[in-house]
Each structure stands twice: as C-alpha cells, then as structure tokens.
C-alpha cells in the first residue's frame, strides 16, 4: 500500500471512533510546545497530550526563530497560551552538519538559506528559552522551559 493508502486508512479508523468535535480553539491547558520534527519524538504521547490540551509547534531543530515567535504570539496573544516548553533532543541531526557542508552538497541555490545547525542542544535550547522570555510580544507573564529529550530513554531533562 502507497504511504498516502496507509494514512488514509489510518484517518478512516481515527475517524470512525472520532467524538472531540466540540473542542474549542483555545488549547485546554494554555501552553504551547516547541520541539524538532524529529520522527522519533512523539509530544503528545511522551507528554501525555490529548487533542485540544496545546499547540505543538515544530521544526528542524525545534528552534525558536523568527517563524517560530510568529506561530508563540499568535498562541499566546490571539489564543490564550500562557507559557512555552521547549524540547531539543539527544542525537538531533541539526548537529551533523554545517551551512557549508549544505552548501557544497546544494550548490549555489542553497546559499541564500541560513539552515540553522548548531553545536550544543542544551545550549540552543537555553538560547531559545531566553529568545522567548525576552520578546516583546510574548509579555512577562508568558513563561519559558526548556528541556532535552534522550531519543534512547523517552525521558526529558530539564536544561
Ligand atoms: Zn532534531
């Protein structure tokens, strides 16, 4: 079965036992998560999130950038979230490579894209949690965590 015939199938079995369909917008628990598209981090089940609990929002890296404070104030300033999580994890491959190894590896129209890789998780992640905690828009009030997730324990650590 094609990847699409198999997440369609998924969707009919979801579907068919589906009864969240009076959810308001607002996430339930007023929080929002940010951590790397990784295919081996699952957020909602390592922290135990149902449908409507929060925003997950994530990335390459799990980074808080320029996109990324765009989605946290629309969060916290349209729809209520009240702090952020941020999660990198062990063994991200945001550490294997440089700009100039995508830029050899590319050619010439990749360069204009900064890829954003980086040395250290936990130390990107302390940069993340202080880039939110110092925005403008996201206000006081709004609160920062971060953590590192270890791909090999399920476990997050905070940082
Ligand atoms: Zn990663």
Redesign the pocket.
Known sequence: MSVVGEVTAANDRYASAFAKGDLPMPPGRKFAVVT???AR?DPARFLGLEEGDAHVIRN???LVNDETIRSLVISHQLLGTEEAIVI??S????LTFTNRDVYEKLGPDSEDIDFQPFPDVAERVRQSVETIRSHPLLGDSFGATGFVYDVETGRIDPV
């Open positions: 790397c598209m990784d981090l390459a890296g799990g990198g994890h063994g991200c491959g945001m």
